[in-house]
């Protein structure tokens, strides 16, 4: 593993946990304790983290927007997984409405093997990969840059979105809850994710497994509205029950 890589999932534990200790990160990452202290030392000057005694603790105000290259680089063996389920939910020929989360980032590199798709998005990320591709149709919604998330949001995002009809959206979040339903951490990104919600046929909710029970400041939808929940580990049987009592496809 990279050091870049090592220090991206220390930040995904810290942002989940809220703390983390020198001596259990040495041992997961199978490296010298004095390197997780570099680690952390690295993370403390980025102002991300405050560094304790024998460990370190998150940084007070650290956004849970995270920059999209961390983003990018935390829980991608769960994100590959995630994004090979929803590739068999996609048919060849259809619309459909992707958001800007490094989940659908790596969701649209696999979709790059379907035939005669049209994608409206508002990722920078995805519009670049597919630049050379012939198979699909990709249309921007313009927008109002985001250059933490390289996303395109604002009112104009919204209108173009809502001139559409999509066969399919494919959204991720910040966290699901019971009572308050899908959630984000920020508001524009979250008004973006609703027009695409309301204005596709099929909603589709990429998470890993870490986002169930999670809120974030930002009401996206209600769970009710979501067709099929794809993650990367069977949640508990709580959450099970519930999407099979609301009709809710999980895979």
Known sequence: MLAIERKNEILAMLKQEGSVLVAPLALRFGVAEETIRRDLEKLEQEGLAKKTYGGAVLASGTSSDASYRVRAKTNTKQKSIIADKVFDLVSDGENILMDASSTSVLIAKK????????????????????????????????????????????????RVIENYTADKAIISCKGIDFEKGVTESNIAEAEVKKAMAANAKYVVLALDSSKFGSLSFARLIDLKNVHTVVTDEMPSKEWQEYFKANGITLL
């Open 111 to 158: 979709l790059k093997q379907k035939k005669k798709l049209t994608i409206l998005t508002n990722s920078v990320e995805i519009l670049l990969d597919f630049a050379d591709n012939k198979n699909a149709t990709v249309i921007s919604t313009g927008g109002v840059l985001r250059d933490s998330s390289l996303s395109l949001v604002g009112r104009d995002a919204e």
